[in-house]
């Protein structure tokens, strides 16, 4: 039963004023009480015992006198004269009249008696004074302690309910200041600090619920009890359930069951990571709202270690809908054709502006070697239609991911040369100066001779339209002592900004450097997929207003074959 401080201190001090009064009634009936009923009794029981003393002590002190009269010099004892005091003589006319007391013999009961009402008076007025003083006393218990201690209560009480904003009442500027006074303060100030803390912790809980809301994939984390503490806005919109007030169970939200899943059915992350001890889990599933999706599971134990407290696992599951990767696999096969039809187009381009370069040529040479060189051109003319045949099967060959049936071991150095001759006449047309510096003339490398040149005609053509008539353009062909086979094709163009040198392999990326309009972007990405086939890498250095320079490096012959191979 709650009984209120106020009460407890009222019901106190009503109890200590009755005990008061009880003490002050038992004492005085104690001191007082007894010898007053004592004296009555006496006084009422014994009537004639008293009548007979006062006329015995009359007649004694009647025969003192006359014994005095006649013995004058007789000495009297001093006990009698103070009895003489009190005893009235009167010498009457009548001798044989009898003397009275000298006073009333009751004078010493009513002296008693007026004691008596005086103490009574000062019992009352010690009673009413006591009281007046606890009564003063409990207001000022009530206001120095029980109202500070109620507003507390009262604060406290709506504290509890979840109600932070609640403060206690204090005064602005109180003249005296005392332990509870320092109390509310403190407490005031525990309530902000809390109330700040609550705030950040759900600014907080918002930002995360809010950035794995964001999140593309369902997200969801469990408990050991199967608990969901948490979940994103894709994961519910998977399952096709509204998100719940309260934690509600992983095999309820996604499968619709009152269990866990059954090893038969389904494969419960949580369960197999506990029995295993796993590091991270992969499942496939499907949910209960829809039978026709499959959805793939990643999950991976999350340990919460705190303080003074059992560490505790959680079940981080991230949740993708697998319909959106075929679909999105579908989208990159139609880009993947869009890309080839693009390349094969670029190719047959490059070809046949080669053959327009050397149709040109024909109409335009004169002299008396008319004949041999005409047929030294027809020669390359039937070569570059040959190869512009091969280039759309080449391509589609690539974008099955199988190796080309035309692959045969060929010397660098003999392809180098063929493409500069194939390239003489747009060359000598734009007045650019080339120069094969052949360091290694026995580099071979095993592959298609066809894609090998079809690279260094695109980086050829990419450094004439960056160059100006007069420019400079080397080819270095080189070994190293580790049987790395080297191209540089370094020129003295234009050169390539630096923010597009971390770009220029990027399908459809192109800049517009030089005297020549941009082309489709899709030369250097070309290149580097036919360099990636013969197992090399590619790299540029370029400084603009001096030139670039792209260096091809492959692997040894053999190793090359051998990787080659491998890959067959």
Known sequence: MFISL????IYTICIFMILIFALFVATFYEVYGKKFIEDQQFIINSPLQISELNNNNILLAQ???NLKRQFPQAQISLKAQQVLQHIKIDTPDDENQAPTLANDWSAPYLEKYRSLSESLKIIGISLLIIAILIVALGSLIRRWLLAPIGRLSLVSDKVSAGDLSSRVPTETAPLFRDELSNLAQTFNQMLQN????FDEIKRKEHFLQSLIDNIPDGIRVIDENYNIIIANQTYYKQTQHQAPHFPEKCYFSSQRLNHPCISASHSCPLREIKKKNLSSFKSIQRFSCDNSKHFSINAAPMKIELPHQKSQTYIVEAIRDLSNDIEFSHQQKLSSLGFLATSVAHEIKNHLGSIRMITEALLNKKGTKREQTETEYLKLINSQINDCIN?????LSLSRDTASNNNITFNCATNIEEVIALLDYEVKRNGINVTFDNQAPQANLYGNSSDFKMALINLIQNSLKAMKPNDKLTLTLEQNRRNQIIIHIADTGCGIPKKDLVRIFEPFYTTQQGSSPAGTGLGLPIVKS?????????QVKSTLGQGS????????????TKTRTAKK
């Open 530 to 538: 036919i360099v990636e086939k013969f197992n090399g890498s590619i």
């Open 63 to 65: 025969e003192l006198h």
């Open 194 to 197: 809390l109330n700040q803390n």
């Open 549 to 560: 320079c792209f260096t091809l490096k492959f692997a040894p012959p053999q190793n090359n």
């Open 6 to 9: 106020n009460k407890k201190i």
């Open 391 to 395: 280039v759309p099967e080449r391509l």
